[in-house]
């Protein structure tokens, strides 16, 4: 059987800036209107409704609101779905997942609109994506293309003033060719990331820092906020003072600078993880206490968790369409508490401050993130072995060149051994 032929399908989202005009913008804004009002009308009601919850569809709010009618129906039935679907997931996982609260101008604004019957078109020739009840294409800069079948796009305009499309696209990506390399690795504090990386003979540390140009934007940030913290606005609730002009200027400036400072990130991270799904046939990554980490507030300052399980969420999408493994280590198998060299567990190394350690059995000096990702190494290689097949005898160094071959031979004869493949939905 050949993977290669009938690998499944994938979702992929690409994002553009998007530059409509005077006229466009106008209706744009009557859709964000009309949706925050759907979501907002549709939450008061779940939240009041005693006992029984009321079924009420956009389509009936029409009938009382005619303006309703001006705008994209799809974008208002999905915004039901949407409201649904944070409601489902809250009450799965209330800690991840916050109760659906009311949409305020102020914030992000997005709509979705589904592709039928031709009603959305994307033209890389002129530039521009048509959306239903705009008669002219809104223009876009595509800075890249793609192939596959549009499923729905999504607009959205930021605090910044910024416009972006991102059209999620049904398509088939051709998997890697099989690669004699696994890692393991570690997201951590003093670096972004610590990867233990080889093939049982050989072996390296890669240590990736988070990025100057990051810090820097950060400390831009930092300083421009307080700045804007010194000019006129409304202190606390129900304070009266009218926002100054400069207050609006300055907070204009923030909302671009942060949209930059998250663009940067999302950048680094895209690399990051697609040198790692490039360079490794398996991939092993400890599931993270972020609630443990976040509670300890020394650690809170200077980390991002929204950054590490953005990245680990990316290498399980990009595993996933290029035909990668990944695998997230149980918490309990405490990689960071448990000695690289002879497998003692030291339960002193939950405190996280701990940055490194002599392991009271082995003798062997440790650094704290090293010796997790070491450890994961020690996972993913074992991983790696069972995948070309234990029954072979061990490869000698020489094989070990020509392993990627052997490898390709053996997935495309024992596909029962893979995971099944799951759909992702974001990213590139
Ligand atoms: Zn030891």
């Known amino acids: 059987m050949n993977m290669k032929e009938d690998h499944p399908m994938h979702l992929k989202a690409y994002k553009y800036r998007l530059y409509p005009n005077k006229q466009q913008e106008e209706y744009l804004s009557k859709v964000f209107g009309c949706v925050r009002f759907i979501w907002n009308r549709m939450l008061d009601e779940k939240m009041n409704a005693t006992g029984h919850i009321p079924q009420v569809t956009p389509a009936q709010y029409k009938e009382e609101y005619p303006w309703l009618y001006e705008v994209d129906s799809l974008a208002l039935a999905n915004t039901q779905l949407h409201l649904e679907k944070a409601f489902r997931n809250h009450f799965r996982d209330p800690k991840r997942f916050k109760k659906p609260s009311f949409k305020k101008k102020r914030n992000e604004q997005s709509f979705t609109t589904n592709h039928v019957n031709g009603n959305i078109k994307i033209d890389f020739d002129n530039s521009t994506v048509k959306i239903p009840k705009l008669n002219i294409p809104i223009k876009v800069k595509f800075h890249r293309k793609f192939e596959g079948t549009v499923k729905s796009v999504t607009i959205r305009k930021k605090p910044s003033g910024r416009y972006y499309v991102s059209i999620l696209v049904e398509e088939k990506i051709e998997p890697l060719k099989p690669v004699y390399s696994a890692c393991g690795i570690d997201v951590g504090i003093k670096d972004f990331a610590t990867i233990t990386q080889g093939n049982g003979v050989t072996k390296k540390r890669i240590h990736k820092p988070n990025p100057e140009y990051l810090e820097k934007s950060k400390m831009m940030l930092t300083k421009l906020q307080r700045q804007l913290d010194k000019k006129v606005h409304p202190r606390r609730k ?108 030291n339960p002193l190394l939950k405190d996280l401050s701990i940055r490194e350690w002599i392991c009271p059995v082995c003798g062997t000096h440790h650094d704290r993130d090293e010796n997790s990702s070491d450890n994961g190494y020690e996972v993913a290689l074992i991983r790696l072995k069972q995948l070309v097949g234990q029954e072979l005898p061990e490869p000698t160094p020489v094989e070990r060149d020509n392993m990627d071959d052997r490898m390709a031979t053996y997935l495309k004869s024992e596909p029962s051994l893979k995971q099944e493949a799951t759909t992702s939905t974001s990213g590139r």
């Open 238 to 345: 129900g304070d009266k003072t009218k926002k100054s002009k400069n207050y609006i200027k300055y907070a204009k400036r923030v909302a671009k600078l942060h949209e930059h400072v998250s663009n940067q990130r999302l950048d680094f991270l895209h690399k990051l993880s697609s040198t790692v799904i490039h360079e490794n046939q398996v991939i092993v990554v400890e599931d993270l206490n972020v609630e443990g980490m976040l509670k300890n507030r020394h650690l809170a300052k200077t980390i991002s968790s929204v950054s590490w399980s953005t990245f680990i969420n990316m290498l399980q999408y990009k595993a996933d369409w290029y035909d990668r493994e990944f695998i997230k280590e149980d918490r309990f198998f405490a990689s960071t508490q448990k000695c690289s060299k002879c497998g003692y567990k």
